[in-house]
């Protein structure tokens, strides 16, 4: 009797041993939440194993765990899981024309620093308007982002702060094929500011023609008969940020106001926290077939990594546009409205 109360015993203790032993589940590559409710149903308790890049294993998906998947073990036991912090680089989502909260969202999502900028704009109050960086560009996790969201529509004497009404101002952003076409982009910019201001623009291109010919230019200059020309451009090698330049070719009273433009879009630079240089004279082939007044703007160097980083940034293409606007205005002799 003594042998059978002895067995069932030992019995007992093994059941119950074994009933306390259970296989750890595979999680490797599910999502987080997964993983961990998986973990728990088998009696286990989850241990951050922290994060680790991954081109492979989607971001908040479980990389790695440990014990591994089929081990058995006494319940209660803790499995540590790796996560994945997705691509160490990936392509800038394009949430333009999204909404702020989905845009903000899913960037949050991906492991990027996001804030945002009101600017004025004629859209539905809260879409995205532009990214910094731009859709396409590399970026990784924790990189800052930037969005231009549409504030309300705000009247032109908010916008506006100079009479343009019967002026025409004449651009030639020259193309250069740079991504964005930054020259283009600060162009168009001025030119909403100058029309909100009631003058009228004539671009020397549109933004898909930048292989426009130089001589297609010109005779757009020639024909527009404006009031003042403004040259954008960049350099493809040499000193780097923004500079002013004057044509040669201007004499008396043109010459006289072309200087005020660009010594007052100095300032507005500098007002701006923007540093400009005086590039002195440059034979422009624009500037010097008008009769009107212009100056000629460079934006930047394309040897230089600061500048080219800067042309992708619709902040500093704003307050450029703003600093020329205002060159104009006081430089002509327009009034505030």
């Known amino acids: 009797m003594l042998v059978c109360v002895t067995v069932l015993a030992i019995v007992g203790v093994s059941v119950a041993a074994r009933a306390s032993r259970v296989l750890v589940p595979a999680v490797v590559g599910l999502p987080q939440p997964d993983a961990i409710n998986r973990l728990q149903k088998a009696g286990l308790v989850v241990e951050d194993g922290g994060t680790l890049f991954s081109n492979d294993v989607p971001r908040n998906h479980v990389i790695s765990q440990e014990p591994a998947a089929g081990s058995t073990v006494e319940r209660g036991t803790s499995v540590r899981i790796v996560l994945s912090a997705g691509a160490e680089t990936f392509a800038m989502p394009d949430v333009i024309g999204r909404s702020a909260d989905e845009a903000s969202r899913e960037l949050s999502e991906l492991g990027l620093t996001v804030s945002t900028q009101v600017v004025e704009s004629q859209l539905a109050s809260g879409t995205v308007l532009e990214s910094f960086p731009a859709p396409g560009a590399e970026v990784r996790a924790g990189t800052p982002v930037r969005l231009s969201i549409a504030g309300q529509p705000v009247s032109p004497s908010e916008i506006a702060q100079y009479s343009f009404v019967g002026a025409t101002v004449f651009l030639d952003p020259v193309p250069r094929g740079t991504t964005p076409d930054v020259t283009y982009e600060v162009a168009r910019r001025i030119r909403a500011l100058i029309e909100a ?64 433009i660009a010594s007052a879009t100095a300032q507005a630079l500098s007002a701006a926290g923007l540093a400009s240089r005086d590039a002195g004279r440059f034979r422009d082939p624009i500037l010097s077939v008008v009769s009107c007044p212009g100056i000629r703007v460079l934006l930047g160097s394309l040897a230089d990594p600061a500048d080219v980083a800067r042309f992708g940034d619709p902040d500093w293409a704003d307050t450029v546009a703003r600093a020329v606007y205002r060159g104009l205005g006081v430089g002509l002799g327009r009034g505030p409205r």
């Open 197 to 260: 201001s009631g003058g009228t623009v004539v671009v020397s291109r549109s933004p898909s023609a930048t292989s426009t010919a130089l001589a297609d230019r010109v005779a757009a200059a020639r024909a527009a008969t404006a009031t003042v020309a403004v040259v954008l451009d960049v350099a493809s090698s040499g000193q780097s940020g923004l500079a002013l330049s004057l044509d040669p070719s201007k004499t008396g009273p043109s010459a006289t106001v072309s200087s005020s």
